[in-house]
């Protein structure tokens, strides 16, 4: 979990620009949007457990876990 640790903040900064971007061809935005917010939501959670060291290893595998899910989860519910 060493590069979750050290790229934490960047893994935010980049869903906070896709989630300001526009929804690629192909893709529904408005089906999107929603998901993108809870996708930024899970990796401001993330940054900030790292950032406390406030959580075990296995609780920041669930949580990138969960990120991870809503990631497919845009890839498979946004598509028109």
Do not use: R, Y
Not at 13 to 41: C, H, M, R, Y
Not at 45 to 72: G, P, Q, R, W, Y
């Amino acid at each position: 979990l060493q590069p979750l640790k050290e790229k934490s903040a960047d893994l935010l900064g980049k869903a906070k620009a896709w989630q300001k971007s526009a929804a690629p061809e192909g893709f529904n935005g408005d089906v999107t949007k929603p998901i993108l917010k809870n996708l930024v939501k899970q990796c401001k959670l993330i940054n900030e457990a790292v950032n406390s060291n406030n959580k075990t290893d296995a609780e920041l595998k669930t949580m990138i876990t969960k990120a991870h899910d809503i990631f497919h989860e845009i890839k498979e519910k946004c598509k028109k």
